[in-house]
């Protein structure tokens, strides 16, 4: 039996003991629907291999050499990973279009007494659903975009609003970057399809008749560009902007960028594309920062010349509609905790 996948919701719902992804290891690396698991029956030099000879050869060819590696693969996974499953497990399995691949390991799951399916379609049918999702219809969610100066902890207000009972999306998150110049973080970024299926799955976790905070982005996030439904719903979404003053920004700062402060090489390389934009002289007085060891002085030098000019720009262009603005003294994590205190209240009482 086929599984014919309508919505999305089918793969998010789905009543299947396992989701089996029979693509090769870079396929999957790329993107996967949620909760697969990786069993290939092609590793990704088999994969070319097989490709080669189909186009230059023969696809007959082709396909019988294939055909014998998959089921030597397949074997290897039955007397491994999969050799504990009892009898009535069900698995749902997948590869790119539904084709040869899934077929053939989903019939020797069946002829062994497993109750697997496959997905009519394959990968292809999945990855259709999510263009449909983020890229031709428009989001169903009513989204509230948290913004303020760099440095005003909006990141780290995100968690503490969800566990006051506040709808959050942290874009960041899954985009695994901080959103800005000095933003990379350990691991490096997901695939822009990757970052789309977490997307997509995230929003569907979330209630659209009730506010969705967002912190406020640049249209990219590192190298993952904001599919368009996101992206639209987000320039036209109201605004809640948080305040501080420039002592605390810093302070913030120079905590939440340590393990990037801590490496000055890297940190001088990081910066030296904004001479170009802000002039050699500021550049220069950061890189004497940085060899110095002043921290709190450069997190407070980069917010004030750069970080804030390019915020005030963008304000200036947008012109976002703001509900409401908070503004703290302090941004410890005690005084965190009392500003999404009032940030919940507010968020609890509007109506978009």
Request: proline share 6%; hydrophobic share 40%.
């Amino acid at each position: 039996m086929a599984l014919v996948a309508e919505t999305l919701n089918t793969f998010f719902t789905h009543d299947f003991d396992c989701v089996i992804d029979v693509r090769s290891p870079a396929e999957f690396a790329e993107d996967r629907v949620p909760g697969a698991i990786n069993l290939p029956v092609l590793d990704n030099e088999e994969r070319a291999r097989v490709g080669t000879i189909y186009k230059q050869e023969s696809p007959f060819k082709a396909r019988k050499i294939g055909a014998a590696l998959v089921f030597r693969n397949a074997a290897a996974h039955m007397a491994g990973p999969l050799a504990h499953h009892p009898g009535g497990w069900r698995p749902l399995v997948y590869c790119w279009r539904g084709g040869q691949r899934s077929g053939a390991f989903t019939w020797m799951l069946r002829e062994i007494g497993w109750r697997a399916e496959v997905v009519q379609g394959g990968y292809k049918t999945y990855r259709r659903l999510v263009t449909r999702a983020l890229y031709d219809n428009a989001l169903p969610h009513r989204l509230v975009q948290l913004g303020g100066y760099t440095g005003t902890a909006k990141t780290a207000l995100l968690p503490r609003l969800g566990a006051r009972g506040i709808q959050v999306l942290d874009l960041e998150g899954l985009a695994r970057h901080r959103g800005s110049l000095l933003g990379e973080m350990p691991g490096g970024q997901p695939a822009q399809k990757g970052f789309e299926s977490d997307l997509v799955r995230a929003l569907h976790a979330l209630d659209p008749a009730l506010p969705v905070v967002v912190e406020a982005e640049s249209s990219k996030i590192g190298q993952i560009n904001l599919p368009p439904a996101l992206w639209d719903a987000m320039k036209s979404a109201p605004w809640i902007e948080i305040a501080a003053p420039i002592e605390a920004r810093a302070r913030y700062l120079a905590e939440a960028y340590e393990d990037i402060l801590a490496d000055g090489p890297r940190l001088t390389q990081k910066l030296a594309p904004l001479r170009f934009f802000r002039g050699h002289g500021i550049v220069d007085r950061w890189d004497t920062m940085i060899a110095d060891g002043a921290r709190l002085a450069l997190c407070q030098s980069l917010a004030e010349d750069h970080y804030d000019p390019a915020y005030r720009t963008s304000m200036r262009a947008h012109a976002p509609r703001i509900l409401h603005r908070e503004e703290t003294s302090s941004l410890t994590p005690k005084a965190l905790d009392k500003l999404a205190d009032r940030l919940a209240g507010h968020l609890q009482k509007i109506r978009i």
